[in-house]
Structures are given as C-alpha cells and as structure tokens.
C-alpha cells in the first residue's frame, strides 16, 4: 500500500483537460515537503515531469502544470494529446526518512 | 546532460543474491545522491535506498535493510547495488536515479535492470 493515495486510472479526449489528484499526510505533504510528478510511459523508464510541485523541466510542455495545498496535491494536463497516454506517479518525502510514492495513475486519452 | 546506464538483465534463483551496475557520465556525479527504486511487475515505484558517491555514505529502507548494500566505485562513476536472499517478490525491475541538488527528487534515471527470480 503506498503512502501517497492517487486515483487509479482517468481519461480524457484529446483536446480536454484533466487533473491527477496525490493525497498525503501530516508526515509527508502536509510537514511541508514538495510534490514532484513523473510520467512513465509503456515501457519505459519514468521521467521527471513537474518538480517542486509546480516547476517543469526544461522540455516538459507547458500543458502539464502542478499545485499542492495542505496534504494533498495535483497535476493538471490541458489540451491532451494521444502521446500523453502514460502512468503518473506522484512523489514526496516523508519524515520516516524515506522517499515516497503514488500507485500511480494510468491515464488513458480515449 | 547526464546519463545512467544499467547493467543487464538477469535470472536469479531463490535465496541468491543480485548485485546491479549503474556508470554515470555527464553532469556531476560524486556529489549528488544516487538512489535504486524498484518497480514490480504492474506495480508501483518503491524507493529502496541511496549512496552519496563522493563519500561513500548510504542509508536504505527500513523494509531492505537487512538484505541491501549499496557501494560505488569514483574512479569508474559506477554504483552498484546488491540484494541478498531473493525471494519472488523480489521480481522487478530496478532503477537507478540521481538526485537533485536539495535531494529531494530524482532528475535522471537509468534504463533499468529487470531481475527475475525464480526457484
């Protein structure tokens, strides 16, 4: 059971805008950390999407965006585009001094 | 632009042990942590532990602690990690993945290494 809790899966159709929730505790989120976002496509290794909650990568579009309020946070994607059809995982750090993540998403561009 | 590249594949039986390879190029190395996190099959990211190359200095999960040893080698930029007495839970693939500055998230990652464990 992971310790950030994420919805299993969304869709969208392209062009339209969905958001990915990750809600945390007083132990990870809620203490104060950041939320950072990793898009894992098939097969693949993840990469780094959205760090520090709401900051991109340089070559990250900037349809994918972040926001983070008290334990819980979100990404948000605009404009979907079939190539964004992946799994997200949420991450964060938590004060048993370990590094946490989502379940992951599995977001599906119908 | 830093990269990350694993060593192969590899078939393991019960209550052996596995030790994975990471060499780095590219950016600075030494001065950052550099963590494993595994992934079973369908599952999620499950971070395991990290080493700082400059020093040597490492700390794990609680959940591996007994079982994993992270060491490196800075004349080879190469990181390795080893886990003992695999179980078939064990079967994942496993990533390594530099930290950023502050260390608090992972910047780069490698391809991954899928480690099957079987009887």
């Known amino acids: 059971q992971s310790v950030l809790t994420q919805p299993p899966s969304v869709s969208g159709a392209p062009g339209q805008r969905v958001t990915i929730s990750c809600t945390g505790s007083?132990?990870?989120?809620?203490?104060?950390?950041?939320v950072h976002w990793y898009q894992q496509l098939l097969g693949t290794a993840p990469k780094l999407l959205i760090y520090?909650?709401?900051n991109r990568p340089s070559g990250v579009p900037d349809r994918f965006s972040g926001s983070k309020s008290g334990t819980s946070a979100s990404l948000a994607i605009t404009g979907l585009q079939a190539e964004d059809e992946a799994d997200y995982y949420c991450?964060?750090?938590?004060?048993?001094?370990?590094?946490?993540f989502g379940a992951g998403t599995k977001l599906t561009v119908v | 632009q830093m990269q990350l590249v694993q060593s192969g594949a590899e078939v393991k039986k019960t209550g052996s042990s596995v030790k994975i390879s990471c060499k780095a190029s590219g950016n600075p190395f030494i001065y950052r942590y550099l963590h494993w996190v595994r992934q079973a099959p369908g599952q999620a990211l499950e971070w395991m532990g990290w080493?700082?190359?400059?020093?040597?200095?490492?700390n794990h999960a609680q959940k591996f602690q007994d079982r994993v040893t992270i060491t490196r080698d800075r004349s080879m930029s190469t990181v390795y990690m080893e886990l003992s007495s695999l179980r078939s839970e064990d079967t994942a693939m496993y990533y390594c993945?530099?930290?950023?500055?502050?260390?608090?998230?992972?910047?780069?990652w490698g391809q991954g290494t899928l480690v099957t464990v079987s009887s």
């Open positions: 080493i700082t190359p400059f020093d040597g200095n490492t």
């Open positions: 991450q964060s750090y938590d004060r048993s001094l370990s590094w946490v």
């Open positions: 993945a530099r930290g950023n500055e502050g260390g608090d998230y992972f910047e780069y």
């Open positions: 520090a909650n709401n």
């Open positions: 007083s132990s990870n989120i809620g203490a104060g950390y950041d």
